[in-house]
Nanobody, 130 residues
Framework: VQLQASGGGLVQAGGSLRLSCAAS????????IGWFRQAPGKEREGVSCISRNDGKIYYADSVKERFTISSDNAKKLVFLQMNSLKPEDTAVYYC????????????????????????WGQGTQVTVSS
């Protein structure tokens, strides 16, 4: 299983970025793919997940109405479109996959509290300047 996250960068507050997660080595349609983030000194937390099996989508309250998760099935890509970025969105963003990811994790829960997905990509840094 391989997950490759990309698309991070430096952006001013109010700006946008689109993260991409390229998946390989597993049956894409059977898995839930999630985006997580970890800011310095903080626990890793769920941002958004998309269940490829039933199409359900979950968001943390802190990103609702600003972030959108989507997927390209043919290319086995999952995207996180991030709009209206805030300095508090600054973090290393990770994509992860598992057959099931607890929705409470997907909705902003901490990986210290809920079961972590089995498969992780490397992180991509997102920095939002004020």
């Amino acid at each position: 299983v391989q997950l490759q996250a990309s698309g991070g960068g430096l952006v001013q507050a109010g700006g946008s970025l689109r993260l991409s997660c390229a998946a390989s080595g597993f049956r894409f349609d059977d898995y839930t793919i999630g985006w997580f983030r970890q800011a310095p000194g903080k626990e890793r937390e769920g941002v958004s997940c998309i269940s490829r099996n039933d199409g359900k989508i979950y968001y943390a309250d802190s990103v609702k109405e600003r972030f959108t998760i989507s997927s390209d099935n043919a290319k086995k890509l999952v995207f996180l479109q991030m709009n209206s970025l805030k300095p508090e969105d600054t973090a290393v963003y990770y994509c992860a996959a598992d057959l099931i990811i607890d929705e409470r994790l997907c909705e902003g829960g901490s990986t210290e509290e809920w079961d972590r997905p089995d498969y992780w990509g490397q992180g991509t840094q997102v920095t939002v300047s004020s």
